[in-house]
């Protein structure tokens, strides 16, 4: 079998048959052998007795959400290839031949993008059209290098063989995202159709939450890419703190026109402490969802491999360690020259700062080469 049309389905009574019709129509007009396949995610309006009186295959899947949904459309398909969409009416399934072009030239994934074939007048919601779908397709081609104009498209067509590869876990509306990331991880081939978007045919508002999904696709993008998520943010964090916390030590430090004393070394040296956590944190996300098949394997934990061992952070450590006890005492001989009585304030803060700083990132390395070394137990 070279096609399945495959159409989640939850109480679409109202649109379900003009899809399924619309499904068989393009096989027989293009002489495919192929099915329509109604992955139902418990309904309750006949919707399955529908599918079935029509001549379509109906899977029961009893886990509830979109992603869920399609995993088990998935699963059970026959085809060599699946064409996806929503069974709402929204998209056309007499015309699908651009996807099955694409498709039988190689490509793993296909995707539909309404931007590019046409929103008809009220298809998608304003929010939807000019913030939601832009933004969120914006930071998935910055976060994960896709040439995707449009992630959220819910028309798109995929081998079988590369879509169970991918090991897809989301259950909800974020599958959507998680299917393109995946793709584009592992170096698959993508390419993109236009696409047009009709009005759903349902009298009932769409499964579809706004501000709850567009959480669920962030927050997931995020997850997926821990150098935006933790290495880029800490990294400026380190950088910015250094900078303002040598400044400060120089009496150079001005902000917006006022001059930075030594009381903000307490911030500054705060940013480079969060900062080295947060690219820290980086390191441990990676080599954690590389090991748990969440990311594929890639330079980066080649590079950790190759530069980054126990001993080399119990050195640096160390290091740090003994400069910020030395530091420590020099204050303490400071002290001692005043026989324990007043100090002036801003000099103690400029040797005192740097110490406690550099003892918190000595302790913080010695804690994390054993940490780090933990995590890689497994792959060596």
Same mark, same amino acid.
């Given at each position: 079998m070279e096609l399945t049309i495959l159409m989640p389905c939850l109480n679409e009574a109202e649109t379900l048959a003009t899809c399924i019709e619309k499904g068989?129509?393009?096989l027989q007009n293009n002489n495919i052998h192929g099915e329509v396949l109604i992955a139902d995610n418990?309904?309750?309006?006949?919707?399955?007795? $529908?599918? !079935?009186? /029509?001549?379509?295959?109906?899977v029961d899947i009893p886990v509830k959400g979109y992603g869920a949904a399609l995993i088990g459309g998935i699963n059970a398909a026959q085809g060599k290839y699946i064409i996806m969409g929503d069974s709402d009416d929204s998209y056309d399934f007499s015309r699908l031949e651009l996807f099955v072009e694409k498709l039988r030239q190689g490509y793993d994934l296909v995707m539909g993008n309404r931007f590019k074939g046409g929103i008809m007048k009220g298809a998608m919601p304003f /929010?939807? !059209?000019?913030?939601? +779908? %832009?933004?969120l397709s914006f930071i998935g081609r910055l976060f994960f290098r896709s040439g995707i104009g449009d992630f959220h498209c819910g028309l798109r067509g995929f081998s079988k063989e590369a879509a169970q590869k991918l090991n897809l876990k989301c259950t909800g509306m974020e599958f959507a995202s998680e299917m393109v990331v995946k793709f584009t991880l592992l170096n698959l081939k993508i390419a993109e159709v236009p696409t047009i978007l009709h009005p759903d045919g349902r009298s009932r508002p769409p499964h579809l939450r706004t501000w709850r999904d567009? =959480?669920?696709? *962030? !927050?997931?993008? *995020?997850?997926?890419? %821990?150098? =935006?998520l933790f290495l880029y943010p800490g990294m400026v964090l380190m950088i910015l703190g250094l900078i303002f916390s040598l400044l400060i030590l120089l009496s150079k430090a001005t902000l917006f026109g006022i001059g930075l004393k030594e009381h903000s070394l307490i911030y500054s040296f705060s940013m480079l402490i969060i900062g080295f956590q947060s690219v820290s944190f980086y390191m441990f996300t990676k080599i954690f969802a590389v090991q748990e098949g969440l990311l594929p394997y890639d330079t980066d934990i080649k590079n950790f491999n190759?530069?980054? +061992?126990?001993?080399?952070?119990?050195?640096?450590?160390?290091? *740090? @360690? /003994?400069?910020? $006890?030395?530091?420590s005492i020099y204050a303490l001989m400071i002290w001692n020259s005043t026989h324990f009585g007043t100090l002036e304030p801003g000099?103690? @803060?400029k040797i005192v700062m740097p110490a406690c700083t550099l003892l918190i990132l000595g302790f913080q390395m010695l804690l994390y080469s054993f940490f780090y070394s933990i995590l890689g137990l497994k792959h060596s």
């Open positions: 068989k129509k393009f418990g309904s309750t309006d006949g919707s399955q007795q $529908i599918a !079935r009186d /029509l001549g379509a295959i109906v /929010l939807h !059209r000019y913030l939601g +779908n %832009p933004v567009g =959480w669920r696709h *962030l !927050r997931f993008l *995020l997850m997926y890419s %821990p150098r =935006w190759k530069y980054i +061992n126990l001993e080399m952070g119990l050195i640096i450590g160390g290091l *740090l @360690l /003994l400069s910020g $006890i030395g530091l000099q103690m @803060l």
